[in-house]
């Protein structure tokens, strides 16, 4: 009897994952047409032919902290997104928790992106 239900459980498991995985894929795609709209824009004379190596290298730390806020941006809306819309009370359990995950690592690429926003050139 006991295997009936280790079964069952592990088929509703199943369908649950499959589920949740088809829904974040549905958001992270309407997502990633949002930011196709977004341009990252990098201070200077895109004319010049000889770019300074070091403002090279600051203008790429700088598009990494705008790219890996973004790409958390993302995840957060998408976890979030998926936490309302869900019938599941799984698939909520399980977008709180990556909400819960990534929380703290989102708050200090926030940071990093409003300090980056404050500079000036």
């Known amino acids: 009897m006991q295997d009936n239900f280790s079964i069952r459980s592990w088929k509703n ?18 997502d990633e047409l949002e ?9 200077g004379d895109e004319s010049t032919a ?7 290298a600051k203008a790429s ?4 902290i ?5 790409r958390l941006q993302a995840q957060m809306k998408t976890h ?12 909520k359990k399980t977008a709180l928790q990556m909400l ?10 926030k940071e990093k992106y409003e300090k980056l926003k404050r500079v000036k050139i």
């Open 13 to 30: 498991e199943k369908l649950y994952k499959e589920e949740y995985d088809a829904a974040a894929a549905k958001v992270k795609e309407q």
């Open 35 to 43: 930011a196709d709209d977004i341009e990252l824009e990098i201070p």
């Open 50 to 56: 000889t770019v300074d190596k070091a403002v090279q």
């Open 61 to 64: 730390k700088q598009d990494q």
């Open 66 to 70: 705008i790219k890996d806020f973004q």
């Open 80 to 91: 979030l997104e998926l936490y309302k819309t869900s019938e599941s009370e799984k698939n």
């Open 100 to 109: 819960t995950k990534l929380t703290p690592e989102f708050q200090a690429a």
